[in-house]
Structure formats: C-alpha cells, structure tokens
C-alpha cells in the first residue's frame, strides 16, 4: 500500500493509538487509515473468511469496514485505557458483519466510497497460510493472524536496519535462527562465506534474536494498554500460533 509506519516522514506516527487519533479526522487522516489497513486487514480478513463469505465478499467487506472507520466516528471513541485495540477491533468488525454485509453487497466494490487499496491475491495466500482444522473459530483465525501480522512486521523492522547497515546478504542466511536453531555446520558455512569465525557468527546470532524479541515487543507495546501487558500479550499470541 506504501504507507509503513516505521516512515520517519509521517509526523502522526508514534503508537497505534496516536495513528488512530490521526485517523479521525485532519489532513493525516487518509494516510493513517491506509496504515492502519496494511497492518490490520489479514487477520480482518481471515475473520470475515471464516465467517462463511467467499474471496470476494470478503474483500468487499473488509475494505467497507475500514472505509467505514475513517467516514464515521467509529475510531474517535476507542479508549485506550478500555484495553487492546485487537479486541476492539474484532469487536467493531462483529458490528460491521452484523449490521452492514447486506448494504456491502449492494455496493459495487469501491463505489461511493474511498477506495482501499488491498491485494487480492495477497489477501488470500494470507487467509490459506495456516491449516485450518473444522474447530478453528473465526476469533481463533483472527488472532493467529494477527500473531502472524506482528512477527512480520518485528521481522521487517528488523530486516530493514540491517540492510541500512550493508548487511542484508549476513540477515537472510542468519534469518533462520529466529525460528530454530542453526546446525553446527551452518554455523561454519556462514562464517566461511563471510570471513568470520565461529564465534562471531555465535555472537551475531545472539544479538540477532534479542533484536527481533525487542522489536516483537516494540510492535506489542502500539496495541496494548501499558508497557505491563507486553509479555501476557506475547505469551498469548504464540499460544495462538500454536
């Protein structure tokens, strides 16, 4: 979409709730609801999937409900004191599905209303990356969805210092250890391809994974009440992954 919320140029970005506060109104408005819509729109989407609604009313449905969020006063009311904005969220699009499908389907997608930009296919591959079983619920795909979301974005934030330090070569063969551990044969193949020793490449690796854990918290810490709630809400999100 072309909005990311790490831009240094996009003065309303400090939290998720300041960008909500953006999002009700003023020249900023538009660019915070496509932010918001790139960070919220897959686990938003596997929900209305979930749901019952093909590929393509789920679309639909999914760009109406932040089209709505920006036309209405929605996201003017949220609290951040009331809680994590996942769960407000979910609770606003129950409200969307309920009372507004029927007048989405009307619609022709896009018309009358702000366009959104949000890829189909990507959409899609998003909702057919994890294997569903007959139990999984809606709510449950909503948050393995947005576990997935965060750890994506932790990985991207992370990703992307490297490669502004010249190291984007080291990150991607380093990249594997943040989900397992790299065989000892790994470990002397890196080092070999880029003239380091063994224990470099160890150190490296160290410091790589309690980066991504910093920045996984970092990208907690815009959706919760207070800096407290980061580690429950960690340990939940991975419970949902599992």
């Known amino acids: 979409m072309g909005v990311s919320v790490r831009n240094p140029g996009q003065k309303f970005i400090t939290t998720r709730w300041s ?16 932010t918001l819509c790139e960070v919220y729109w897959p686990p938003c989407y596997a929900f209305v999937r979930r749901n019952g609604h093909d590929a393509d009313a789920a679309l ?5 409900f932040f089209t709505r969020l920006l036309e ?7 609290d951040r004191e009331r809680g994590r904005f996942r769960s407000w969220l979910l609770a606003a699009l129950k409200h969307h599905l309920v009372h507004d499908w029927r007048r989405e389907q009307a619609q022709k997608r896009g018309g009358g209303a702000p366009h959104l930009s949000i890829d189909a296919d990507a959409a899609e591959s998003q909702y057919n990356l994890l ?10 795909l909503f948050e393995r969805h947005w576990a997935l979301s965060l ?8 990703r992307e210092e490297w490669r502004r330090m010249g190291k984007s070569a ?6 594997g250890c943040l ?7 790994s470990y002397q193949a890196i080092a070999a391809d880029f003239g380091l020793t063994g224990n470099n490449v160890k150190v490296t690796v160290h410091r790589l994974r309690q980066r991504y854990r910093a920045a996984l918290h970092e990208e907690i810490s815009l959706t919760v009440e207070s800096d407290d709630a980061v580690e ?6 991975l419970a949902a992954l599992g």
Not at 72 to 78: Q, T
Not at 131 to 140: A, C, I, K, N, Y
């Open 170 to 175: 080291l990150f991607e063969r380093l990249a």
């Open 179 to 185: 989900t397992s551990d790299l065989e000892l044969t």
């Open 60 to 64: 639909d449905l999914t760009q109406g």
């Open 72 to 78: 209405g006063d929605d996201l003017s009311r949220v």
């Open 19 to 34: 960008l909500i506060a953006a999002a009700t109104g003023g020249e900023d408005a538009r660019a915070a609801l496509a």
């Open 131 to 140: 294997e569903l079983s007959h139990d999984v619920t809606p709510e449950r």
């Open 232 to 237: 429950a809400e960690l340990r939940y999100l």
């Open 151 to 158: 750890l994506e974005r932790a990985l991207a934030a992370v």
